[in-house]
């Protein structure tokens, strides 16, 4: 049981650092997401995850971080 939970804690550590480092990334670079219907909103695909982000003037904003394998059909922002 505690093999299990350290699989888990790991995989959440490396998650979480991807996530960072995708966010970096985006802020650096905003326009490398692909557009969206979504007015300013783009798209970065990291592995499974659909990063959803709204560009602003003056900041970034993270919509929603979606589980590709999980995406609901149907999205509103």
């Known amino acids: 049981m ?7 804690d790991a995989y959440s550590i490396k ?30 695909i990291i592995r499974d995850y659909l990063i959803y982000y709204r560009t602003m003037d003056d900041a ?4 929603t971080v979606l589980d590709s394998r999980r995406a609901p059909k149907k999205l509103d922002l």
Do not use: N
């Open 15 to 44: 998650l979480d650092k991807l996530f960072k480092e995708s966010f970096d990334i985006i802020a650096i670079s905003p326009e490398i997401g692909k557009p969206t219907d979504f007015p300013l909103v783009r798209i970065k």
């Open 60 to 63: 970034i904003e993270i919509l």
């Open 2 to 8: 505690l093999e299990g939970k350290k699989q888990v």
